[in-house]
């Protein structure tokens, strides 16, 4: 357990080297998942306070999902459309670093305080795609940040639209952020 929180903490951090660290570990995938959905889960508590259980379910699951496309998106967007010539990665190598990457998602947890929701939110989501661009700068072995952050953005933009259908299919009263 010690091993994923320092990991997690480092991904936090935005370190470069633990990028690298787990996008070789293949050992990796179960802890990345593990973040994943604990960032999730916190993104599903965080929602609760404006949408009670269900803002806590569809919060929760529509984070896991949304990385979960987001991840995909970003592998098929990096490897196949905007790759550089010593791009060289697999499946496996995207969803350990990108996992990693959700680690700033605990801080959705305090979306659940009254008022704080949507700048929670919005922190959190900021922090997590700056790491996602580290994340695929390091997995996609890219020399330019530039094309790690137009990958990233393209594949957040589709995310948030995600994020908003699923917030409209749920109805008015319940908003979930990404």
């Known amino acids: 357990m010690d091993g994923l929180v320092d990991r ?7 370190d470069a080297t633990l990028y690298e660290e787990v996008e070789a570990d293949e050992a990796a ?5 593990a973040v994943v959905v604990v960032s999730s889960v916190c993104a599903g508590i965080g ?39 010593q791009t060289r990665a697999n499946v496996g190598e995207l969803l350990r670093t990108t996992g990693f990457s959700s680690s700033p998602g605990v801080l959705l947890l305090l979306g659940i305080i ?12 900021i922090w997590m795609l700056v790491a996602m661009v580290v994340a695929v700068r390091q997995a996609l072995d890219y020399t330019s940040t530039g094309r790690a952050v137009g990958v990233c953005l393209i594949g957040w933009l589709v995310r948030i639209a995600i994020f908003s259908i699923f917030a409209f299919l749920a109805g008015p009263d319940l908003i979930v952020h990404p």
């Open 47 to 85: 929602s609760a306070g404006e949408g009670g259980i269900l803002g806590l379910v569809l919060g929760a699951v529509g984070a896991l999902i949304a990385w979960y496309i987001w991840a995909y998106l970003t592998y098929f967007i990096g490897t196949k459309l905007l790759p550089e010539p």
């Open 29 to 33: 995938l179960g802890q990345a998942m």
């Open 8 to 14: 997690a903490v480092r991904a936090a951090k935005l």
């Open 114 to 125: 009254p008022g704080l929701m949507v700048v929670v939110f919005t922190v959190a989501s």
